[in-house]
Nanobody, 127 residues
Framework: QLQLVESGGGLVQPGGSLRLSCAAS????????IGWFRQAPGKEREGVSC????????NYADSVKGRFTISRDNAKNTVYLQMTSLKPEDTAVYYC????????????????????WGQGTQVTVSS
């Protein structure tokens, strides 16, 4: 059974930075693409970024391009989301999830394509 645990969320001022971590346990973790999603109150869960199992390719939602960077360290079974230039509209619960395969889709990550989810970590951007 694959398990994912997010950490690194918190309160940050606009313009600040945070790095989220997604630690995976379970023998299939390193063979799957990993995606980051977020869900703000009253809104649908939206895809933020995805990285392939090797870490060689990634994609981003337009709203975070140039500000967020996804990476992974398979030796540590961990995927990271470095978030910079944070805005109040980035406030949400952030989730990582494992896709049913090693590759990302060509478009922004879509929740139905992911079958293992973490519990989420809160990110609040406010002055």
């Amino acid at each position: 059974q694959l398990q994912l645990v997010e950490s690194g969320g918190g309160l940050v001022q606009p313009g600040g930075s945070l790095r989220l971590s997604c630690a995976a346990s379970g023998f299939t973790g390193n063979y799957r693409a990993i995606g980051w999603f977020r869900q703000a109150p009253g809104k649908e869960r939206e895809g933020v970024s995805c990285i392939t199992n090797s870490g060689g390719r990634s994609n981003y939602a337009d709203s975070v391009k140039g500000r967020f960077t996804i990476s992974r360290d398979n030796a540590k079974n961990t995927v990271y989301l470095q978030m910079t230039s944070l805005k109040p509209e980035d406030t949400a619960v952030y989730y990582c999830a494992a896709r049913a395969g090693p590759y990302c889709s060509v478009s922004v990550p879509r929740p139905p394509e992911y079958d293992f989810w973490g519990q989420g970590t809160q990110v609040t951007v406010s002055s």
